[in-house]
């Protein structure tokens, strides 16, 4: 069983709370799947629980203790993420940040059709500019359960010499994957192989969860 919960996207410890929450509601084992900064969310001390096997980053952040997600982001040279290609709305209690519509294809899902990048870019769901500048503190998750990264080299959001060192400092099980940052939409058939293989290589036949 593949179960998706919505983050809500308003702050890295808020969000982890929210998925720790969740994860208590399951009963047997469990991989947990992270995209892009769901990686933060499942990297998350808070998430920690017995029945978690393994954890799966697919073009995802894999934060290390005090780091956030902007800052790695901007680490290293490759990201078209800034201020002309995303738009900030205010809201109360805060600031979304929207991809320009204009610029979704070329940042963010250069390997699909027009009509599907157009109806991701409708329906988008905004991210709180404060979650990503939020860094939490305390052993990642990868330190103490194994993981498995799928890196994506056409990656023009988070780029790929990010995802390689995290995924290198991690240890994790890499796979790499000529894809947009839209990888578990672009090649969903290889992101589900890796998901299988992490959940055969740690317990069996295991529920699958996406954050």
């Known amino acids: 069983m593949t179960i998706a919960p919505a983050l809500p996207l308003r702050g890295l410890e808020s969000d982890a709370v929210y998925l720790s929450t969740f994860l208590d509601t399951l009963k047997g084992l469990s991989v947990l799947v ?10 998350h001390p808070a998430v920690a629980k017995d029945h978690l096997q393994a954890l799966v980053f697919v073009s995802a952040f894999l934060p290390d203790s005090g780091e956030s ?12 993420l800034g201020e002309a290609t995303t738009i900030v709305r205010p809201y109360p209690g805060g ?6 519509p204009e610029h979704f294809a070329a940042v963010y899902a250069a390997d699909l059709p027009p009509a599907t990048v157009s109806l991701m870019a409708a329906a988008q769901r905004p991210i709180d500019t404060a979650a990503l500048g939020e ?26 010499g990010t995802q390689r060192f995290m ?4 240890a994790s099980s890499v796979v790499e994957i000529e894809a947009s940052h839209v990888t578990p939409v672009s090649q969903p058939k290889a992101v589900a192989d890796v998901i299988a293989v992490a959940a055969r290589s740690t317990a069996g036949a295991a529920k699958s969860t996406v954050a």
């Not at 997600?69 to 078209?80: A, D, K, M, V």
């Not at 995924?167 to 991690?170: N, S």
């Open 135 to 160: 860094a939490f503190h305390g052993s990642p998750m990868c330190r103490s359960i194994p993981s498995w990264a799928v890196l994506s080299t056409r990656d023009r959001s988070l780029p790929i």
């Open 34 to 43: 992270g995209h892009s900064y769901g990686g933060s969310v499942i990297s």
């Open 95 to 100: 600031h979304d940040l929207y991809l320009n």
């Open 69 to 80: 997600t902007g800052e790695l982001n901007g680490r290293w040279l490759g990201s078209q």
């Open 167 to 170: 995924a290198k400092r991690a």
